[in-house]
């Protein structure tokens, strides 16, 4: 499993939970842009750890097999779109990570109805 793309995806959640169970008030918007560059380093790193295992599995093979030497060639620009808009990535992920984790506290929190 690629440990850099667990973190991305775990980062949002981590932070939100952070804010709320701290005494601080931090802003969203520090959160959200401090994501964003944390998680397009992530975004691009877990490109990077993808095809850097492709390699280690090619390498294992002394005629490796035609279908794995083509998913080591072809990265179908995932290189390119992870260091270019991997921010992207980042920003619209940690949105719905936001609204996902608020719809949860709601209900996590939402006090309970007495039928008395």
């Known amino acids: 499993m690629n440990p850099f793309l667990i973190l991305?995806?775990?980062l949002p959640f981590l932070i939100l939970a952070a804010r709320d169970?701290?005494?601080r008030r931090v802003s969203l918007w520090v959160l959200v842009a401090?994501?964003?560059?944390v998680g397009w380093g992530l975004?691009?790193?877990a490109v990077e750890f993808h095809f850097s295992s492709l390699a280690a599995q090619v390498?294992?093979?002394a005629s490796p097999p035609p279908d794995l030497l083509n998913q080591l060639q072809n990265d179908g620009a995932a290189n390119v779109f992870a260091?270019?808009?991997?921010?992207a990535y980042a920003?619209?992920?940690f949105l719905l990570s936001l609204w996902v984790y608020y719809v949860v506290r709601y209900f996590v929190k939402r006090p309970a109805?007495?039928?008395a």
């Open 91 to 93: 920003a619209i992920y």
């Open 21 to 23: 169970l701290s005494g």
């Open 8 to 10: 991305f995806l775990a």
């Open 113 to 115: 109805k007495s039928n």
């Open 59 to 61: 390498e294992r093979y």
């Open 34 to 37: 401090g994501y964003m560059a």
């Open 43 to 45: 975004a691009a790193l």
């Open 83 to 87: 260091y270019y808009f991997g921010w």
